[in-house]
């Protein structure tokens, strides 16, 4: 990951602290490259009007008394932008699949054959496309609000190394972290300019 890579230059610069410092910025890296991970999946599943697989990321199915997530059940596909086709792997879950589709909260009708579903994704309306742009902002700075939150947490156990460590060191951690956040927060927002964007050209 892009994000891992530059990430250890940081852990290199701070290599004049012992182990216990370079750890705190190697937890702060796996913490936050997760939460970018989360925001990344969250935004997948906002519906832009073009149709793609991922937007049946959140589907469960109950698959023999068991909730499953689809994509485990099947292969989805969208051949069109207006389309969306599930091919399951055991024509007998068509029903139970068909019945999660309409319980979500998508908005689409799916429709088979007896060995494909098919869903047909229409065009938003300009206030949907309003809408769902508000979303991908607060699932942006939710994405930054808990960036920012790990951020605390390592300046808090740096805080507690006084005494441990040079000024130095302290400072050149702090620094290091802060630097970490701001790259973080920096990819989240071209993530939601870039989902935005999305929304009012499709």
């Keep these: ?13 701070a290599a004049t602290a012992d182990e216990e410092e370079i750890d705190i910025q190697e937890d702060a890296m796996t ?6 991970e989360s925001t990344r999946d969250s935004f997948a599943t906002v519906r832009t009007g073009r149709a793609t697989p991922s937007m049946l990321d959140r ?14 059940l099947a292969n989805l596909s969208a051949p069109e932008a207006s389309m969306l086709v599930i091919q399951p792997y055991d024509k007998t879950s ?8 309409m319980s979500s909260d998508l908005g689409l009708t799916p429709g088979n054959d007896g060995n494909l579903i098919r869903i047909n994704v229409p065009q938003l309306t300009a206030d949907r496309r309003k809408e769902m742009a508000k979303l991908v902002s607060k699932l942006g700075e939710d994405g930054k609000v808990a960036i920012r939150n790990i951020r605390r947490d390592c300046i808090k156990a740096i805080d507690k190394k006084k ?17 970490l956040t701001d790259d973080y927060v920096k990819q989240i927002d071209a993530m939601v300019k870039s989902k935005q964007t999305e929304l009012t050209t499709v």
């Design 1 to 13: 990951m892009r994000s891992a890579k530059r990430c250890q230059t940081h852990v290199v610069r």
């Design 31 to 36: 913490r936050m490259d997760k939460s970018l």
């Design 59 to 72: 589907i469960q199915v109950d698959y023999y008394g068991a909730p499953t997530p689809l994509k485990q």
């Design 94 to 101: 068509i029903p139970s699949i068909e019945k999660a589709i």
């Design 163 to 179: 005494g441990d460590i040079s000024e130095d060191e302290q400072k050149a951690l702090e620094e290091a972290v802060q630097e």
